[in-house]
């Protein structure tokens, strides 16, 4: 879609998605470049030397193909528009590792076994936040009844 309105470097459509998103969704190199591989497989865009980059041009077929998922399909940007400002999941899961890492290395096994409980509840917590299950920050174990230990 973004190769409709022009033709772009591989570093372009990461920043072009990126800012549509309002940063929410940021793609890698390692997601961008093996997906314009795919797409010039499939005959869909030509990819050429453009002073030292690759620049990635639509081919008819490739145009021919966004239109006909224009009608069959919604803008993938459009959730993004009204969204507000996101919470920097990112940041915080880099403080959290950073802070693993510091156990990992100089905790006591007694520190280390307590920081495995705790990152298997996080991520037990956010499965269920994802179920849309209550989900209470006291006790992420058993949201439903705190003071009980997991079933």
């Given at each position: 879609?973004?190769?409709?309105?022009?033709?772009?470097?591989?570093?372009?459509?990461?920043?072009?998605?990126?800012?549509?998103?309002?940063?929410?969704?940021?793609?890698?190199?390692?997601?961008?470049?093996?997906?314009?591989?795919?797409?010039?497989?499939?005959?869909?865009?030509?990819?050429?030397?453009?002073?030292?980059?690759?620049?990635?041009?639509?081919?008819?077929?490739?145009?021919?193909?966004?239109?006909?998922?224009?009608?069959?399909?919604?803008?993938?940007f459009?959730?993004?528009?009204?969204?507000?400002?996101?919470?920097?999941?990112r940041?915080?899961?880099?403080?959290?590792?950073?802070?693993?890492?510091?156990?990992?290395?100089?905790?006591?096994?007694?520190?280390?076994?307590?920081?495995?409980?705790?990152?298997?509840d996080?991520?037990?917590?956010?499965?269920?936040?994802?179920?849309?299950?209550?989900?209470?920050?006291?006790?992420?174990?058993?949201?439903?009844?705190?003071?009980?230990?997991?079933?």
């Amino acid at each position: 879609m973004l190769l409709a309105e022009e033709p772009m470097h591989g570093y372009q459509l990461m920043q072009a998605i990126a800012d549509r998103s309002g940063g929410r969704w940021t793609p890698s190199p390692g997601a961008i470049y093996p997906t314009i591989n795919q797409l010039e497989d499939e005959g869909l865009v030509t990819v050429t030397a453009d002073a030292g980059r690759k620049l990635v041009t639509l081919t008819d077929a490739g145009r021919e193909a966004v239109e006909g998922r224009r009608e069959a399909s919604i803008d993938p940007f459009a959730g993004f528009t009204n969204a507000g400002p996101a919470t920097d999941l990112r940041g915080l899961l880099e403080e959290l590792h950073s802070a693993t890492r510091q156990v990992a290395r100089s905790g006591s096994e007694e520190q280390q076994t307590a920081a495995a409980k705790i990152l298997a509840d996080a991520r037990r917590s956010l499965y269920l936040l994802l179920a849309d299950a209550p989900v209470n920050p006291v006790n992420p174990v058993n949201p439903v009844n705190p003071s009980e230990p997991e079933a």
